[in-house]
């Protein structure tokens, strides 16, 4: 592996997310440079059903690596939670990837909460049953899919994490990382591997899932642009988006804004005790003979999709009409938005709930409906950050980013309801860069890199934190059941 003297210091990084991938490189200068981004199809074949087509995203990463120049290694972040299935041999997908927005396996899991299997799942992988995690979808592959079960029988299915079929089939490596086995609901986070009664529970063959590897190190070779680079980091997405922000202590936290909202703070060596929060323990990433790093993990289903909703809706056209609000603050005035549009995410997991606005009257306008929603975002969010502080308490800094980061109200709205000051990276490429340092750290080289870029810094300003919040949490209440 090599060390200091590298031939160009440049590190690629993949970031592939739930609507494109793109490449970012961070060059050992500090430069950071993003040549290109590919989206891709969404796939929606019934209704809370969510597919990609797996070859689609490999060529657009093959596309992205042959964009990034000659380069010392490559790491490769994802979409956490979505699968695919394949034939080892031709390595052909058997069916689109199920992504992790995909609500097909609701009623499987119903049967089996019923059943009470929720505490054995929340006991050994930390996770609640949810169609968010892999498991029940990769369950659904094999009971509906008839090639997998075909290829089961010939010994020539494999199942994961998209980042497993990535690395099958540019490198020939069928490896995951730890970050993204314990995100399946069938990896145990205290033994540190694939349980044998999770897989039974679940229905997914233990030996059909890939070898759980370190998130850096010798993962695997690509060939492109006439040399064989070394994939040095492979990680979830949002774990990434951790590394990128500088979290690497217990208290730091970070917070991305994209289809949905994605909290992370880091809680050390030991699992936490999450108790009644709601909160999920999680393994964010695991360095070569160093014990995992846990943190707590909390997301709310819809953020940017709800804003993309209201648009759809013809509320508004142009983003600058978010920006400027000339009244106190929605909440204050009896109006409230709950984003429940695919049910309640943490601290509540309640797929029952609906989207809900409360306190409209023939005095409400456009124009209060539209501060209402990025206040409602914010305070679902709230609920899960101040959930974590008071779990594992966070530092006096909370690091931001994401599309609605850009946004002026929701910003200092936020800051004020949480009553911290926010970080806002200027590059909102936080993800990207944090893999291209895990790679970088992956190939050896030792020390941080001064990078090229400022954040802004948002304060928080003294409001009545307790009444908004007691208030929101008795409106969120009502938006529960009142889905069929």
């Known amino acids: 592996m090599k060390g200091k003297n590298m031939l160009n210091q440049r590190y690629a990084a993949i970031d592939q997310g739930t609507t494109g991938t793109r490449i970012v490189i961070v060059e050992e ?38 964009s990034g120049g000659e380069v010392d290694a490559i790491g490769l972040c994802h979409q956490g939670e979505s699968i695919v299935a394949w034939d080892s041999v031709t390595g ?36 609640p049953l949810d169609p968010y995690f892999s498991a029940s979808k990769m369950g659904w592959i094999l009971n509906n899919v008839a090639k997998a079960s075909e290829l089961l029988q010939k010994g020539q299915l494999r199942i994961g994490t998209m980042d497993s079929f990535f690395m099958d089939r540019l490198c020939g490596e069928f490896v995951t990382d730890f970050s993204a086995a314990s ?40 060939h492109c642009n006439g040399k064989d680079i070394p994939v040095t980091a492979l990680i979830v997405d949002q774990f990434a988006g951790v590394f990128g922000h500088g979290c690497r202590d217990s208290g730091d936290a970070k917070v991305t804004f994209g289809t949905g909202t994605f909290a992370q703070a880091l809680t050390g060596n030991e699992i936490a005790e999450f108790g009644e929060y709601g909160l999920l323990p999680t393994l964010c990433w695991k360095f070569p003979n160093e014990q995992p790093v846990y943190g707590l993990d909390g997301g709310v289903y819809n953020a940017a999709s709800a804003i993309n909703w209201v648009r759809s809706l013809g509320l508004f056209t142009d983003f600058d009409a978010l920006e400027n ?17 695919s049910g309640l995410g943490c601290p509540y997991w309640d797929r029952s709930a609906a989207g809900l606005w409360a306190g409209l009257s023939l005095e409400t306008t456009r124009e209060d409906m539209l501060q209402s929603v990025l206040e409602g975002i914010a305070l679902r969010s709230a609920e899960v950050i101040l959930s974590m502080d008071k779990l594992s308490p966070l530092g006096k800094r909370i690091s931001i980013d994401g599309g609605l980061t850009q946004n002026k109200y929701f910003k200092q709205f936020l800051s004020d309801v949480l009553n911290k000051e926010l970080i806002v990276p200027e590059n909102n490429e936080v993800t990207s860069i944090g893999t291209a340092l895990l790679a970088r750290k992956g ?41 069929s």
């Open 325 to 341: 609000f000339h009244k106190d603050s929605a909440i204050s005035r009896g109006l409230a938005f709950v984003p429940a549009l």
């Open 443 to 483: 190939l050896g080289v030792e020390g941080e890199i001064q990078l090229n870029q400022s954040a802004e810094i948002i304060y928080p300003r003294e409001i009545n934190q307790t009444e908004i919040l007691n208030k929101y949490k008795e409106i969120v209440s009502r938006s529960r059941e009142l889905r």
């Open 29 to 66: 200068n500090g430069e950071i440079h993003s040549p290109m981004a590919i989206p891709h199809q969404q796939i929606t074949p019934e209704n809370g059903w969510v597919e990609h087509d797996a070859e689609e995203i490999l060529n657009n990463i093959q596309h992205c690596l042959a």
């Open 92 to 127: 052909k997908p058997v069916y689109h990837a199920i992504v992790w927005q995909d609500m097909r396996t609701e009623s499987a899991l119903a049967v089996l909460k019923d059943e009470g299997k929720e505490a054995l799942v929340q006991e050994k992988t930390g996770l």
């Open 183 to 222: 995100r399946t609901s069938l990896f145990n986070i205290h033994t540190l591997a694939w349980d044998v009664e999770m897989c039974e529970l679940f229905g997914v063959p233990i030996h059909c899932l890939p070898e759980v590897k370190d998130t850096i190190g010798e993962l695997g070779l690509y």
